[in-house]
């Protein structure tokens, strides 16, 4: 596509990748066609060196990569002895992902209900959910922003539980001054297209200080083998792809600039939105750097689904992140639990376009079309 032609009504997608793959295409066909020539097409030096390189980036002792965000969430609880019969607290609004985990291995997923601010967990409630089953907490740094992870660390030391945080939405950011994903005993990183460090396929990642953690993880995502051929666990084959390895190698050096023309187009919105009482804006914590890898507003007076409408007649694609909170879906319905903020977001959030090189012109139309929509 070209760039000139998506401030034009009529075209305008909730993310637009183009324009890095424009940018980084000679650099990208070169990674890919020395996979080719190096025909090492598994756990290949691109794994080992994007693993080093993510360790360095994020100032963690180990990164081990996987095949998806999933299976990070999967295998960081397998590795942390999370099982049968556990229970887990984590978030309801966040991708089906993260409690789809919790059950993969066996436990229970307890929700707490959300920060009407932050879309984030709502710290204040996590006491009151703990149980004598409880063995882990799951927080989301949902839309690229930093769940409140001191409460919850504090919480995890007094009652001994293991801390997983899940850092799909969130690659970069960081909670007063530290990257997410190394503040609890795991990180999960997932690289799907669409993140805001995304691979051409599939990938993900987990992050640990713990020399234990980090040997499980690998031993995990191999059939549960350090020594091939000679299995102490049973494991799984999630194996980072060696041609996203290289991808991602190209890309990673990228993302601080990436991460910050997110930060700058969040800032055009909030200008260009500011005063408007239809819409209540992303609320920016003090303690956390946000990536906004979503642009996520809330539409009041029940007007989201038609101002969704309005804008897709003007050409402007938007994103509802999430219809249902996780409670709420078909597979844990029976929970019959009830997360009022949860599901009341989940009825007025829209999700705006926004990407590293979205351009002002481009804003100034999306700004235009919801104040005229809202009117
Ligand atoms: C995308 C996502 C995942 C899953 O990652 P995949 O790589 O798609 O498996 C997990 N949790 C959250 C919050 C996500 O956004």
Known sequence: MDRREIAVP?????????????????????????????????????????????????????????????????????????????????????????????????????????????????????????????????????????????????????????VVEDVAQAFGGEYKGRKVGTIGDMGCFSFFPSKNLGAYGDGGLVATNDPDLAEQAVMLRAHGSKKKYYNELIGFNSRLDEIQAAILRVKLPHIDEWNEGRHQAAARYRRLLGEFEGIILPVEEQYSSHVYHQYTIRVRNGKRDELQARLLEEGISTMIYYPLPVHQLPVYRSMNVSMPVAERLSIEVLSLPIWPQIEESTQQFIAETIRASLY
């Open 10 to 162: 009529g075209k305008i997608p909730v993310l637009d990748i183009s324009c890095e793959v424009q940018a980084l295409k000679p650099q990208i066909m070169s990674a890919i066609e020395s996979v080719l020539d190096r025909g090492a097409f598994i756990m290949g030096q691109n794994v080992k060196d994007f693993e080093r390189e993510v360790a360095e980036y994020l100032g963690v002792n180990y990164a081990v990569a996987l095949n998806s965000g999933t299976d990070a969430l999967v295998i960081s609880l397998l590795a942390c002895g999370i099982g049968e019969g556990d229970e887990v607290i984590t978030t309801p609004f966040t991708f089906f992902a993260t409690a789809e985990a919790i059950s993969q291995v066996g436990a229970i997923p307890v929700f707490v209900d959300i920060d009407p601010d932050t879309y984030n967990m709502d710290t204040n409630l996590l006491e009151s959910a703990l149980t004598e089953k409880t063995k882990a907490i799951i927080p989301v740094h949902l839309f690229g922003q930093s769940a409140d992870m001191d409460p919850i660390m504090e919480l995890a030391r007094l009652h001994h539980l293991i």
